[in-house]
């Protein structure tokens, strides 16, 4: 089993900034792919960021060039850094890592518990 465990979330004033961190944990082999996923209530969950084993970063495209994710596939851990907050930014982030395990190599694809991010205008 993997635990996926995000830190980092608040509430920030318009253009302001926060880093949202993430840290996987359990039984993993290997990581593909982590990233940020975000929802409003009521609404479905999106992608943010993500990065893959080979570093490559896929960004939605209203945050190109405000947010910056990052990850370190062997601490386990990826960061989100959110600068240029907006309104619209508003919801609960979550961090999703995926993966095999080390029994059998079954794949994984694990969520966080969801942090809180407000940004208030």
């Known amino acids: 089993q993997v635990q996926v465990v995000e830190s980092g979330g608040g509430l920030v004033q318009s253009g302001g900034s926060l880093r949202l961190s993430c840290a996987a944990s359990?039984?993993?082999?290997?990581?593909?792919?982590m990233g940020w996923y975000r929802q409003v209530s009521g609404d479905e969950r999106v992608l943010v960021a993500t990065?893959?084993?080979?570093?490559?970063?896929n960004y939605r495209d209203s945050v190109k060039g405000r947010f910056t994710i990052s990850g370190d596939n062997a601490r386990k851990t990826v960061s989100l850094q959110m600068n240029s907050l907006k309104p619209e930014d508003t919801a609960v982030y979550y961090c999703?890592?995926?993966?095999?395990?080390?029994?059998?190599?079954?794949?994984?694809?694990?969520w966080g518990q969801g942090t809180q991010v407000t940004v208030s205008s």
């Open positions: 999703n890592v995926a993966g095999r395990g080390t029994s059998f190599r079954i794949s994984f694809n694990a």
């Open positions: 359990g039984d993993i082999f290997t990581i593909n792919t």
């Open positions: 990065i893959n084993s080979d570093r490559i970063t």
